[in-house]
């Protein structure tokens, strides 16, 4: 009877000491921004080491708007280390105390040294907390990697090379993923819905490559998040205007044109509590004319299509990583046939979508419509 009061006591301290020990723990959380524009950096490593530069077990990637957060951190002090392809390496001393989340912005430069190439994968650690199956993750440098026609990456001609994607454009750019119909592809454009995703040339999406922050292909299964199709989702995700200066870009080809202008409206300081940017992107073709002259082998009358994209965004950030964005688009499709026939369509859509940051809480809220 002793001997089991004693192990009574003794299982008692311990499950003591191990909940004391448990609760000795901190975490880190923030964003991390490319210093140049102020653009979140996506899909980066964010980890902690300690003071004789050991790696500790503590580290997540950045998620598409370049949040992380670290938790369950032992108390002490680490260096908090950013490390990615292209930038420089940063290392930042902190120290963790109990039950306090510590907030960190991390802003990396682009690196002047040109080392060679490794890969840092956070497919690893996003299993552990997300299901994926079947998807597909295509950024703006993969697409620029395809041959285009145009001179210019487009994500309907990148989706062309994706296993298990059929791709037809017979006046309106049909899209087949793994058997399903194309009404059962879910298209969506930061949350909204685009109905019709490709022109009807069939080489040419609506979306615009140089806006394009990353893009999800759910081949697959897919979670509630997404819901109204049984095929596939395409979940498109447009980056931010540049904070800190004015930029733009003007393209031709004999197929048609672009220009893009992003910029501050109120620019991003370090002391500011707040800044602002725009992002506006408009692109035209004029192949019915040009075709007359350099393609006549295909109609002497040129090809008949035409289309007009324009897409505009407006952010507004918070010192603390809240954003709020106003957001809106206009795609215009046109198929001329002299006395054959006369297709012409127009989507208009707006929205807006906020993300906050409590100040004393580890969530995330993200709200939408549309």
Same mark, same amino acid.
């Given at each position: ?33 490319? &210093? ?18 050991? /790696? ?5 990637? =950045? ?31 902190? $120290?963790? &105390?109990? $039950? ?8 990396? +430069? &682009? ?30 440098? @993969? ?13 309907? @001609? ?9 791709? =037809? ?15 059962? +592809? ?9 109905? /019709? ?122 010192? +603390? ?8 688009? $206009? ?40």
């Amino acid at each position: 009877m002793k001997n089991n009061y004693i192990n009574l006591i003794n299982i008692s301290i311990f499950l003591i000491f191990s909940i004391s020990s448990f609760s000795q723990t901190g975490s880190v959380r923030g964003f991390v921004y490319d &210093k140049k524009n102020g653009e979140p950096i996506i899909f980066t490593n964010v980890f902690l080491q300690t003071l004789d530069k050991k /790696n500790t077990n503590h580290g997540v990637p =950045t998620n598409v708007d370049g949040f992380y957060h670290i938790s369950k951190v032992p108390v002490g002090d680490y260096f908090l280390t950013v490390k990615y392809l292209g930038y420089e390496t940063i290392e930042k001393k902190i $120290n963790i &105390k109990k $039950n306090t989340i510590l907030k960190m912005e991390l802003f990396l +430069n &682009k690196s002047s040294i040109k080392l060679k190439e490794f890969v840092i994968s956070a497919e690893k650690q996003e299993m552990k907390t997300k299901i994926r199956t079947s998807v597909i993750k295509i950024s703006p440098k @993969q697409m620029e990697k395809i041959p285009s026609i145009g001179a210019e990456p487009d994500l309907a @001609q990148y989706l062309q090379v994706v296993p298990g994607v059929v791709f =037809t454009g017979d006046q309106g750019g049909q899209l087949y993923i793994r058997g399903g119909s194309p009404i059962q +592809n879910k298209i969506l454009l930061d949350g909204m819905i685009v109905y /019709n995703p490709f022109h009807s040339i069939g080489f040419f999406s609506v979306f615009d490559a140089d806006i394009i922050r990353n893009t999800d292909v759910y081949t697959g299964g897919f979670s509630a998040e997404y819901g109204g199709r049984i095929s596939s989702i395409m979940d498109v995700t447009t980056r931010d205007g540049n904070k800190k200066r004015f930029a733009g870009k003007i393209s031709m080809s004999t197929f048609g044109s672009k220009i893009l202008l992003e910029g501050p409206l109120k620019k991003y300081k370090e002391k500011s509590q707040s800044s602002s940017s725009f992002l506006f992107s408009l692109k035209t073709s004029y192949l019915e004319e040009t075709s007359k002259k350099l393609y006549t082998y295909a109609n002497e009358d040129g090809l008949p299509f035409n289309y007009t994209d324009f897409y505009g965004k407006v952010s507004i950030n918070n010192r +603390n990583g809240s954003k709020l964005n106003f957001f809106t688009y $206009n795609f215009t499709d046109e198929v001329n046939y002299n006395f054959i026939s006369n297709l012409n369509w127009n989507s208009l859509g707006f929205g807006s979508s906020l993300i906050m940051v409590p100040e004393n809480s580890s969530a995330l809220i993200k709200a939408f419509i549309s």
